[in-house]
């Protein structure tokens, strides 16, 4: 069964680092795009950025609060996703989930469990 | 950036009742349209695409509707499976925006 598994989330201080990944499995990564959506505490869901594959560019687009501090990267070769995350402030506390963006559907058709990252001084 | 508007926040109803969501884009979206139903402490789930086309696995009491700038979601017969909360989101452009959601609760 396809599926994605998130890791590397925990709790950083305001303006630390963390590097996320995303396991992904039984199914054709390299030819998949992939986004990160992000919902905070008790809140709505928030598109945070997408990688296309490397076919189509592998191009990175970023939501306007996370752009120039987040950095969405792929390893086809180990079928992982990652979401770098720098000089992070406490409105980046949320659960982070990783997405597969169908390019036919034009929708986020499968989502990881998700990880939970923690911005507190 | 497109603004997507749900409606109601909340409601509540009991097994056996037909409920509805709405969902208005602030730009035209075509039906580049989707919803995602997602349960407490569990990741969302996508529902339909496009709309009105069902995902795999999702039963046929769920329906969408719409285009443009308006859209529908319809339970035919809320099960109690179905007490979450649903979402919208436009996949028409980047950023790629979601409703603020709308909690089903029962009666």
């Known amino acids: 069964e396809a599926q994605l598994v998130e890791s590397g989330g925990g709790l950083v201080k305001p303006g630390g680092s963390l590097r996320l990944s995303c396991a992904a499995s039984?199914?054709?990564?390299?030819?998949?795009?992939m986004s990160w959506v992000r919902q905070a505490p008790g809140k709505g869901l928030e598109w945070v950025g997408r990688i296309k594959s490397r076919t189509d560019g592998g191009t990175t687009d970023y939501a306007a609060p996370v752009k120039g501090r987040f950095t969405i990267s792929r390893d086809d070769s180990e079928n992982t996703l990652y979401l770098q995350v720098t000089s992070l402030k406490i409105e980046d506390t949320a659960i982070y989930y990783c997405?597969?963006?169908?390019?036919?559907?034009?929708?986020?058709?499968?989502w990881g469990l998700g990880t939970m990252v923690t911005v507190s001084s | 950036d497109i603004q997507m508007t749900q409606s109601p926040s909340s409601l509540s109803a009991s097994v056996g009742d037909r409920v509805s969501i709405t969902c208005r884009a602030s730009?035209?979206?075509?039906?580049?349209l989707n919803w995602y139903q997602q349960k407490p402490g569990k990741a969302p789930k996508l529902l339909i695409y496009g709309a009105s086309t069902l995902h795999s696995g999702v039963p046929s009491r769920f329906d969408g509707s719409g285009s443009g700038t308006y859209f529908t979601l319809t339970i035919s017969s809320l099960q109690p499976e179905d007490f979450a909360t649903y979402y919208c989101?436009?996949?028409?452009?980047?950023?790629?925006?979601f409703g603020q959601g709308t909690r089903v609760e029962l009666k």
């Open positions: 730009h035209s979206i075509s039906t580049f």
């Open positions: 997405v597969t963006d169908s390019r036919t559907k034009y929708a986020f058709d499968m």
């Open positions: 039984e199914f054709t990564f390299n030819n998949a795009w």
């Open positions: 989101q436009q996949g028409y452009v980047t950023p790629r925006t």
